[in-house]
């Protein structure tokens, strides 16, 4: 995740629990030329996107570790249960959970500090399709605006990354401290020539746990979002 490192407030001003009472609204769409299963958490579950199609979702203010991502090549029965080749929450259409590397995602916290919304692309758990996360109404009050990541980095993905469907991290394929951020490399780590791939193609993207520097987009509470798969 991304907002490790924002500073959580134990006593708000007046004026920043009026911006937390507002939610957003997410308009989820999708320009593949394929169908895609977005996945949403904690608000939305799921829903089926063919080409064209979008989908819209109320996000409470407040909210922290969301995500939003695509899954490919799923199959579900009429109950909701079946199995996707990336992204997959569990084997349900409806997500309560994170989903399975390679996935491209969306993450977010509303109204986290000072009445600002945090935003990010992550390519930290590999990537499986082009994603833009952008605030609906224009870029007023978000100084960066949103983030893209519109390569195809499973076309040119370094072949011990590759994976059906999409492209891994190298944290997933070798779980190693260096590449997870994690045991020793826990507050050292830094770019690895892998992070350096994702990052060049996806610059706007985090690429390593730590690549807060390049990849924090901030809005103000209450601005709506739009993402866009294979914009």
């Not at 929450?89 to 945090?118: I, M, R, S, V």
């Not at 070798?174 to 045991?183: A, H, N, R, S």
Request: proline share 7%.
């Amino acid at each position: 995740m991304a907002f490790s490192s924002v500073p959580v407030l134990r006593v708000l001003p007046v004026f920043l629990l009026v911006a937390a009472t507002h939610a957003a609204q997410f308009t989820i769409t999708n320009k593949c030329q394929f169908t895609v299963w977005a996945a949403a958490v904690p608000s939305g579950g799921g829903q089926q996107l063919d080409p064209g199609q979008e989908w819209q979702i109320d996000v409470p203010a407040g909210t922290t570790g969301g995500r939003v991502w695509a899954r490919t090549g799923c199959s579900f029965d009429g109950a909701g249960n079946g199995r996707c080749q990336t992204g997959d929450c569990g084997g349900k259409l409806q997500c309560t959970q994170y989903g399975q590397a390679p996935n491209t995602l969306a993450e977010f916290g509303l109204n986290q500090f000072e009445g600002q919304d945090f935003i990010d692309i992550s390519v930290i758990d590999g990537f499986n399709v082009p994603l833009d996360f952008l605030p609906a109404d224009g870029t007023a009050g978000c100084p960066k605006g949103g983030p893209r990541c519109d390569a195809d980095i499973t076309a040119q993905c370094p072949a011990e990354l590759q994976a059906p469907g999409g492209c891994n991290n190298a944290c997933t394929v070798f779980k190693e401290d260096q590449y997870c951020c994690t045991g020793s490399a826990a507050n050292s780590c830094g770019p690895t020539d892998y992070s350096r791939f994702f990052k060049g193609q996806c610059p706007d993207a985090y690429s390593y746990p730590k690549d807060d520097a390049t990849s924090i987009y901030t809005c103000p509470g209450g601005t709506n979002y739009q993402v866009i798969f294979c914009q």
